[in-house]
Each structure stands twice: as C-alpha cells, then as structure tokens.
C-alpha cells in the first residue's frame, strides 16, 4: 500500500545482513554515520544459524561454532543506537538519481533515502538447470549446498553421492563418512579444497570413493527412495542421496534492482557487480562480503571486507576537509588518452610485395588512466601521461621490424602500452590502408581493465 510519510533519511542503506552488512553497520556507527541495515530474513547472520559446527577459522578461538557466532553479531548491532536494523524486509523499488542517492521502497510502502547504498547480499548455491530443472518439484533426496548442510547431522546413513571439488565438497565428504555414510565423491576437475582437507580425503582412499576428473552425470532423477544418476562414464547408478555442491554465485535480488534502477536513471549497470565496483563509487554504490567476489568466502573475509567498504563509504560521503568536494566530485570515472588517425608506413605481412617494402597503416589506440583527479595539478607533465609518448611508441614498435602478423603487432604494441606507469588498459586497432583495391583490413585488441 502506498505510504504517504515523506521518507526517512539515512546516510547508508545497507542491503543484507550478514556478517559484512553487520561489520560495515559497526564501522559506519563508529564513524558517525547513520545506517539502515535491511535484512530479508526475521534475523541478523540468518546464514549462520545453519553452521551448527565448530570449524577452525576463526583466528584465537579454534573450534568456534559460527551459529553462536552470528547469534553475537546480531547482539552487538541490535545495541547500536545509530543503526536501524529492519528485519524480515525486502526493497520492492530502487531509484537514484544524481545529486540525490538512493530512495529505497519496501514491500510495506515505507521509503527511506540514503547517500550511499552498500550491497551485502552474499551468495547463492549453484543450482543447475539439468540437475534441478524449474519443471519438477524439490526432492529431500536431491540437494543444494544449504540443503545438506541444514540435514546432514541427522540423515540416515546410505549411500551419497557429492558432486564437487571443493572445500565444501570434501569437508562434507569427510564428514558424512565420519558419519556412516557410504560416499561417493565425484569432480568434473582435481581437487580444488584446501591442502589439509585432500590431505584427510587422501587418507580415507579406502572408504570414500573418489572420482576425479570425471565428466558431470548427465541427469539426476529424484523419487520418494532415492535418485538415479546417468553418466556416460559410469552408466546408470542409484544412491539415497545426492548433493550437487558445484560452487555459488551472487545472490541476484538486491542486483537486478540496481541494474534497473540506474538504468532508468540512464547510467550503464553493473555487468559484473565484482570487478566494477571502483566505476560505481561515485555513484555512491559499494559492495561487501561475498557479494563483492574480492576474497575467499568466509566469516571472517566477510567482517574484514564490511571494514573496508564502510571506509570507502565514510570517504564518498565526507569531503576531506570543510569546502572540499566530495570523492564524486573530486575524481571522474575514467580518464582516456585517444591517438586516433595515427598514419604511416609499417613492414608488415606475409605476402611476398608486404615484404618487400613498408605499407601504410592506421593505428587508432585508447589508453585507459583509470579515475584520475577532476582537478589536476596544471602545467606539471611530470603528473601526467604525455600523448607524444604514447604516439611514439606506436611508431617504434610499429616500425623498428618486419612483424608477419597483424596479430603479433597488435600483441608487442599493448604489452608495451601497457608498461607505461598509470596505464590500466589498452585499445588498439591497426588497419591494412591499402592492402586490397576495394576495402582496409582492420584488426583491434583489448587488453587490462575497461
Ligand atoms: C554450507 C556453507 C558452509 C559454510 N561454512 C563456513 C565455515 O565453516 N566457515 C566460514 O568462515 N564460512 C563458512 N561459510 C561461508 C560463510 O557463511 C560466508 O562466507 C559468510 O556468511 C558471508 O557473509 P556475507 O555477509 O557476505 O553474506 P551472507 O552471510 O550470505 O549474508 C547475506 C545476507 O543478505 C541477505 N539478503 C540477500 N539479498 C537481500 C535483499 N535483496 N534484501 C535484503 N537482504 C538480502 C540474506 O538474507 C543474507 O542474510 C559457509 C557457507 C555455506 C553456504
């Protein structure tokens, strides 16, 4: 129902609240910062809750049980003052626009703004389509990484199929073997967990088999007894249980909302949420824990990495110094030296009149500088790229020697572009000027970050 209330300003919405979303909403309250932190679930760290085991991660209290761990979490950010925690709540509508942020919808109508919005929505597990098709119902049989995990201290012990390689693969391959169960370990590649877990995996060869290297089954069928699996290595095979534990991905609620939201604001979105986010700072978009793709997915990777994006926060939101602008102001996206026209003779080709004298060429070239300051210091080239630099090397390389390819050259030009100090990525095009009567030949490359 549409709500009438003008909308609560916020400094920080925070989406999710898991241990980043809980770590950031600590920093951003000990910054002075005041902080909106939605969680979708009926509680903090619900991810958590299901970790009822003692695992050795958590550096000075080895054995810890990061259930009990979340259960802290959630105290400690229910006791701060300067953070609104909203509990069982979706954002239904996402907008931004520039100069204002981020309004915020939830499913109940109440809005809320915020400066900046920090995406601490996790992942998901994989759940492939031909092992889980959206056509069929969901088998207990039949299960995702949450799945075994919420289960496997009290499944009756038979035999299990784990697909996967791991470290969630094979701890639960140790441990459903601990636990009577006849395991069955099956990876499409080597073992990919930690060195201590296929060190223990190696020492149970005689009762977990093991299957690495081996195409994935070609379907899996769930019934009230148990699945049957089809491979073309192994034929048809029945077991009481399967888990496909093939690895996670972002969690795409909280994602698909920024990708419309600044879409209709006509900003390009996001295409990969991770590796973008230095783009999306000024907009006044961060991302932390696993939803960041940055590190290892762990509790203490996710406290750690809540730490530093409510830093790059405290930094978007607080100008350095009182009449400073603020780092959306103070630094732009990205800054290009475009050589563009760039026509002289190369010795170049494979064809027998290529080598007997240069042809002329085209180079077109983009060298990205990545964010470089709105306001640079004038008049000092020793702070800047200089372009002559850039032109003159295309002509040395282009020119110092008979290259046959045009690929070779494309490949000695960005590699040397490449080497210039503050250069992040290089576009290169070279273009065959008259090699036939009736068109060019052009060949382009990119390389390093775009
Ligand atoms: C089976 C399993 C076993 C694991 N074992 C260990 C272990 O032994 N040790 C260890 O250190 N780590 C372990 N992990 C990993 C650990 O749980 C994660 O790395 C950690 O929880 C990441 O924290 P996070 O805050 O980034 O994400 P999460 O903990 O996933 O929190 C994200 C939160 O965002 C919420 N959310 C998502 N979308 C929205 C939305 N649109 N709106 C509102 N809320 C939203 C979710 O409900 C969730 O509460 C395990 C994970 C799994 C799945």
Known sequence: MPNSQPPTPYDVAIMGGGPAGCSAAS?????????????????????????????????????????????????????LSAVQV????????????????????????????????????????????????????NSPRLMDALGLTACRDHLAPGRMLLLGGGDNAVEN?????????????WSRSDWRAQQSLVERLRAQAEVITVRPRSAMPTRLSADTAGVSVQSQ?????????????????????AWLLVGDALQRAGVTAPSHPFRDEPRFAPLGLFVAGDASGRQHPSVQTALGD????????????RPLSEGQPTLAMRRNNRQIIHITGLRFGANLGVLDFEREGPQPIQVDAEVNLGAQAIVS???????????????????????????????????????????????????????????FPD????????????
């Open 27 to 79: 920093w951003l309250h000990q910054l002075g910062l005041n902080v909106a932190l939605i969680e979708r679930e009926p509680q903090l760290c619900a991810s958590l809750q299901s970790l009822q085991f003692g695992q050795d991660w958590v550096l000075g209290a080895p054995g810890q049980n990061l259930a009990t761990l979340g259960q802290q979490y959630a105290r400690h950010i229910e006791s």
């Open 86 to 137: 909203l509990l069982g709540h979706s954002v239904a509508h996402l907008d931004w626009a520039a100069g204002e942020g981020w309004r915020l919808q939830l499913q109940d109508g109440r809005s809320l703004n915020a400066r900046a919005l920090l995406l601490a929505s996790g992942l998901k597990p994989l759940r492939p389509e031909v092992f889980f098709p959206t056509s069929t119902t």
């Open 173 to 185: 391959a140790l441990f459903l073997q601990a636990r009577g169960h006849q395991v069955t370990l």
């Open 233 to 253: 290595q192994f034929g048809d095979e029945r077991f009481d249980h399967v888990a496909v534990l093939l690895g996670f991905e972002a969690e795409p609620s």
């Open 306 to 317: 809540g730490v530093v994006a409510a830093k790059a926060v405290e930094t978007f939101l």
């Open 377 to 435: 210091r004038d008049a000092d080239i020793g702070h800047v790229l200089d372009y002559r630099r850039v032109r003159a090397i295309i002509i040395d390389e282009c020119t110092a020697e008979h290259t046959d390819l045009l690929e070779a050259l494309l490949g000695k030009l960005c590699t040397r572009l490449m080497k210039l100090p503050g250069v992040a990525g290089v576009r290169i095009k070279v273009t065959k000027l008259e090699i």
């Open 439 to 450: 068109c060019q030949v052009a060949i382009s490359a990119e390389c390093g970050a775009w």
